[in-house]
């Protein structure tokens, strides 16, 4: 079985920074794409960041030049760090990992527990 386990997250000052972290667990062979998520109450869910096994990154235009998502293969752990932050990107961070091969299966996608940034002063 595979796990995404995110952490990283908080409360931060407006204009301050943070740094998220989603680390994959089990008999993981590849992951294709990894995924951050958002959802603030009462909002729906959005995509912020995605990065494939190659490295190609894409962002939201709500983060975009704030936002950096990166992943380490090696330890299957997908990073999001966040500049410059607004009240607006105050929200339960999500990552997701799409086509994860174990020795045994195939996930399409394997979600993982969100992590809250709050963005207050």
């Known amino acids: 079985q595979v796990q995404l386990v995110a952490s990283g997250g908080g409360l931060v000052q407006p204009g301050g920074s943070l740094r998220l972290s989603c680390a994959a667990s089990?008999?993981?062979?590849?992951?294709?794409?990894m995924e951050w998520y958002r959802q603030a109450p009462g909002k729906q869910r959005e995509l912020v960041a995605s990065?494939?096994?190659?490295?190609?990154?894409n962002y939201a235009d709500s983060v975009k030049g704030r936002a950096t998502i990166s992943r380490d293969n090696a330890k299957n752990t997908v990073y999001l760090q966040m500049n410059s932050l607004k009240p607006e990107d105050a929200a339960v961070y999500s990552c997701?990992?799409?086509?994860?091969?174990?020795?045994?299966?195939?996930?399409?996608?394997?979600w993982g527990r969100g992590t809250l940034v709050t963005v207050s002063s």
């Open positions: 089990g008999d993981i062979v590849s992951i294709d794409a």
């Open positions: 990065i494939n096994n190659g490295g190609n990154a």
């Open positions: 997701n990992a799409r086509r994860v091969k174990t020795g045994t299966h195939l996930y399409l996608e394997v």
